[in-house]
Each structure stands twice: as structure tokens, then as C-alpha cells.
Nanobody
Framework: QVQLVESGGGLVQAGGSLRLSCAASGRTVSNYNMGWFRQASGKEREIVAAISVSGVSTYYADSVKDRFTISTSNANNALYLQMNSLKPEDTAVYYC??????????????????WGQGTQVTVSS
């Protein structure tokens, strides 16, 4: 199985950028469909972006399209989320997750088998 650890969260002003990283160990990210999810206070966990095993197929929530970019690095065995033009409504705990389902990467949390502990992103107005 794979272990996931997120980093890169923090406090940023609206319009700013952050890059989240998710370091994998145990197995390589290329074995899984990978996803980023977020959960704001009092809300359900939701998909942000996902990327297929091959890295060819990606999925983005409408709310982050054209602002966020998901990517993987086999060399670093990591998953990344580049977040630009951040908005206060992007404030949440962000989680990376790995899914053993067949591609395309599923956009729902219950299809993911392994989760990181989360990293807080706070966007001030």
C-alpha cells in the first residue's frame, strides 16, 4: 500500500499562489489514479482535481478550472497541485488521495483507498 504526506499549505492573500505537494512512499504514484480533495469547515469533502495512472487524463472541479493544475512526478514519487489566483472560497483542508480503481480517475471520495493527513490552505480577502 502507499503512504501519503501533504505539504505546502499556508496563509495567502486573495490572488496569490500556492503549490501543494504530496509525497508518496511504499509504492509509486504511477500505480494509482491520484486526486486532490478539500474540505471546508462545516462542508463535505469535495474533489478538486484528479489525474489518471498514465497522467494523460485529468479532471478539475468547475470551481478551480483554469486556476489549478494537477501533476505527478515519478522521479520524486509525488503529486502536486499548483494553485493560482486563489480566492477566499478556496480556504479548506486539502487532502491527497490514491485510488486503485480503473481509469479514468473517479471524482468522488469513496472511490479512493489511501489518504494523507491534510494540509490547511487559508486565503484572506
Amino acid at each position: 500500500q502507499v503512504q501519503l504526506v501533504e505539504s505546502g499549505g499556508g496563509l495567502v492573500q486573495a490572488g496569490g499562489s500556492l503549490r501543494l505537494s504530496c509525497a508518496a512512499s511504499g509504492r509509486t504514484v504511477s500505480n494509482y489514479n491520484m486526486g486532490w480533495f478539500r474540505q471546508a469547515s462545516g462542508k463535505e469533502r469535495e474533489i478538486v482535481a484528479a489525474i489518471s495512472v498514465s497522467g494523460v487524463s485529468t479532471y478539475y472541479a468547475d470551481s478551480v478550472k483554469d486556476r489549478f493544475t494537477i501533476s505527478t512526478s515519478n522521479a520524486n514519487n509525488a503529486l502536486y497541485l499548483q494553485m493560482n489566483s486563489l480566492k477566499p472560497e478556496d480556504t479548506a483542508v486539502y487532502y491527497c488521495a490514491a485510488s486503485t480503481t480503473v481509469s479514468p480517475p473517479p471524482p468522488v471520495p469513496n472511490k479512493y483507498n489511501y489518504w494523507g493527513q491534510g494540509t490547511q490552505v487559508t486565503v484572506s480577502s
